[in-house]
């Protein structure tokens, strides 16, 4: 005999009240064979022992606050500021959901604390990041930026360079806590937004001295890599 999803439940229902009500007789048994001198020499009745047990199983089955966790917390002190110089504490400020809010939040504080530059695919960077191997603790990768993906926190970019006459490639998050400072060496972009094809091309086109000095640029205009007869675009 198959039963529908109401059946399943109330049968579940009755179950649940014929185990309570044989646990409410056990202890109620149990406690009667041990206080059965108390009773007898004046305590307290049945009726009253019955009441106890009764109060003492709601007590148990009420459920317990959690406490607040820490992303609640968070969410609580997370502020965004919009174009218009307004600051937003709700994601209906805001007018976004509570993903996108959090995340514009987490971008701001980063800003806040880590200077990043304007750049693009094309551009020569040196990027200096923490790490725990190094006796002075930070290692720097200097290389031309082929490729570079917004996509808020986890916006990412990749610097490729030829050392020793193999390349490498060096993947880093933009907001990452890792990273101590990115420096454009050289403003500039390509055609192409990604620069992939460069790995089939000579060493001398993704070749960048770890020396480099920086050139001076107003931050602001890009300019245009202009290329030479025969040279990638």
């Known amino acids: 005999m198959q039963l529908g999803t109401a059946g399943v439940r109330g049968m579940h229902g009755r179950l649940y009240n014929l185990l309570r009500t044989s646990t409410v007789s ?38 317990v606050a959690e406490p607040s966790s820490t992303s609640m917390r968070d969410v609580t002190a997370a502020v965004v500021v919009d174009k218009e ?24 504080k980063r800003k806040r604390k880590f200077d990043i530059p304007l750049f693009t695919s094309g551009s020569y960077l040196a990027v200096t990041r923490a790490d725990p191997l190094s006796s002075s603790g930070t290692s720097k990768f ?6 570079r993906t917004n996509k808020g926190l986890g916006s990412i970019f990749t610097l490729r360079n030829v050392i020793n006459g193999m390349g490498v490639e060096m993947m ?37 001295d770890e020396n480099m000095e920086p050139v001076p640029n107003d931050g602001v205009n890009v300019p245009v890599y202009k290329r030479g007869k025969g040279e990638p675009a």
């Open 26 to 63: 056990t202890r109620f048994q149990t406690r009667a064979l041990t206080t059965g001198s108390e009773e007898a020499a004046g305590g307290t009745s049945d009726h009253e022992e019955l009441e106890g047990c009764c109060q003492e199983e709601a007590a148990a089955m009420e459920p």
């Open 142 to 147: 200097v290389g031309i930026c082929i490729a």
């Open 172 to 208: 880093f998050e933009l907001y990452s806590p890792k990273l101590k400072e990115i420096q454009v060496l050289k403003l500039e972009r390509r055609r192409k937004a990604k620069l992939y094809y460069l790995r089939e091309k000579p060493p001398q086109y993704s070749t960048v």
């Open 85 to 108: 110089g307004n600051v937003c504490r709700t994601p209906r400020d805001l007018k976004t959901d509570l993903l996108n809010f959090l995340n514009q939040s987490d971008i701001q």
